[in-house]
């Protein structure tokens, strides 16, 4: 499982369900917000996205919420 860190906040992969992950967007210490994928293909296009360094503002959480991330 992978973590990326970005300015102010990091986001976790973590395990959720067989090969499906869960991704905790976690700032200060606190879980903010679940992304979490809808199936294994998507789940590769949030790996890749955030491996090329991209900023989860404004993604949606796969649960209907979008995602705010104030700075730290």
Do not use: K
């Not at 300015?7 to 869960?22: R, S």
């Not at 967007?25 to 790996?47: C, K, W």
């Not at 090329?52 to 209907?64: L, P, Q, R, S, T």
């Amino acid at each position: 499982m992978s973590t990326w860190a970005r300015n102010g906040y990091e986001v976790a992969e973590t395990a959720f369900n067989y090969d499906l992950h869960l991704f905790l967007v976690v700032q200060n210490g606190e879980t903010l917000y679940e992304i979490v994928p809808s199936n294994l293909d998507n789940q590769a296009d949030i790996i890749n996205e955030l491996s090329a360094g991209a900023d989860i503002n404004g993604w949606e959480d796969g649960m209907g919420n979008t995602i705010s991330i104030q700075p730290a």
